[in-house]
């Protein structure tokens, strides 16, 4: 069975994307680790500066990885799970008292827009780093013991009279 859909980018496009993600990845990270007091104030969201920190050391470690790993799909997936972290504590802050929502909403749609971003990348990583599936039939024969135990194996069937050739059109030689 094969793999018939064709990724969503050609290795090609999901590369220069996977590049501009790890970019990207480390200068959110160094945001998030040097300046948590005042994105967290943006956010309306003080008292999580440890919290955007160890997201920030998450986003550059995970940012620097794809820049130097031969398999890349890997830590774009790694990227994507993140944004769901990301997501869902953006989501909880929207509870919290004194939160700005409208900068915690404007975030979320930014990190929807980049997981989105993340999935496509991640996909067509993965699609391009799978190797097809390739069958090998050239030693099969379609016999269950195979052809030389099968050989001779009739040599005492006598031939029923209605399977074998009429009479009439059988070749001269053999009459």
Known sequence: ???????????????K??????????????????APRALSR???MQGSESLLQAYGLREIGTGVAILVSQKRAGWVWGRVAGDSLDIATLASG??????????????LGAVVGVTILDALCAQSLSDDERPPRKYD????SGFVRGPEAMRGAASDF????DMRTPELLRPFTTR
């Open 137 to 140: 039939y050239s030693r099969r």
């Open 94 to 107: 929207l509870q919290q008292r004194g939160a700005n929502k409208k900068n915690i909403g404007l975030a």
């Open 158 to 161: 006598d031939v029923p009279r």
């Open 1 to 15: 069975m094969t793999h018939t859909s064709s990724p969503p980018l050609n290795r090609a496009q999901a590369e």
């Open 17 to 34: 994307l996977a590049d501009g993600l790890g970019w990207f990845s480390i200068a959110l990270g160094m945001t998030e680790l040097f």
């Open 42 to 44: 943006w956010l309306g």
